[in-house]
């Protein structure tokens, strides 16, 4: 029956939502998937939208209304969404759309302008202990995988969550403009988003937020430099509200496909990208815990009210 679903899923014209702006880490991750479901030939065609706007749940609401019952429509999301619902107090939520598979991990960096008198994570975190306010972030969406770590990163120097200054960007290309034009302090992104300014010598990396360094990077985890904090920006595919079974069950087998061709590995190893993937059941399962936890994360820093 799968092997059916799944092939019969090869000659459909494939639509995949990016709900936010070009140059970030969900549009990056829906054009990989675009790119390998061609190079594979496991899709016949798929075009790429961008809908931009509060952490993904403009994206969101319109994925509820236009891909009910539909096989053809996926959108790509992650923890920023998660976030997003709570604190935007969306109308929407995770529990309208079916979950398919978890891909990618995406340990984040802490970077500051190459010009910037703060030299080590230590620094940095003096300067939000003394005054959080002064301290200018800039990141991707309120309430995601940026500010969450900002937020925690704060706590964990002694200062006031409540109180970081965080600059939401709805793409990571307009974060990394701040970033390099010296209109913030520092920055947070995936690793991959910024690498190659890091490796040019624009940006300074301070710490990565994973629980161990990077194979392609050397700089150092908060971890390693006494700071208790660890998050990873995990991005997954969902598809529409209403599907059959058979239908989510030919997507889910396609998304094993992509994930397991030599294709994917190889964006992964361009992207920087942590191989994160679990589908099916485990991955409903996860997504209801991470709504708990990040909406406890939220509320703990004072971005979410009890």
Known sequence: ????????????????????????????????????????GLAKGVQVVNVTGAGGTVGLAQ??????GDPNQLMVNGITMVGAILTNKAPVTLDQVTPIARLTGDPLVIVVPENSPIKSIRELADA???????????????????????????????????????????????????????RVTAGISGYGEFESQIKAGKLRALAISSGKRLANADTPTLKEQGMDVEVV??????????????QKQALTGTVDKLVKSKEWAEILKQRGWEDFYLAGA????????????VGDVLKSVGLVKS
């Not at 799944?6 to 014209?13: D, I, R, Y």
């Not at 994925?63 to 009910?68: C, G």
């Not at 920006?233 to 058979?246: C, K, L, Q, S, V």
């Open 1 to 40: 029956m799968t092997l059916v679903a799944s092939s019969a899923f090869a000659q459909q014209e494939l639509k995949i939502m990016a709900p936010a702006g070009p140059g970030g880490g969900w549009d990056s991750a829906a054009r990989s998937i675009q790119q390998v479901l061609m190079q594979t």
């Open 63 to 68: 994925f509820v209304n236009q891909a009910k």
């Open 128 to 182: 939000v202990k003394a005054d959080p306010a002064k301290v200018t972030w800039a990141g991707g969406s309120a309430g995601g995988a940026d500010h969450i770590l900002a937020a925690l990163f704060a706590k964990a120097a002694g200062s006031d969550p409540a109180k970081v200054n965080y600059i939401a960007f709805s793409g990571g290309g307009e974060a990394l403009a701040a970033m390099l034009g010296g």
């Open 233 to 246: 920006n995990w991005r997954a595919i969902m598809a529409g509200p209403g599907i059959t079974a058979d």
């Open 282 to 293: 485990p991955f409903a399962d996860f997504l209801k815990e991470e709504q708990v936890r």
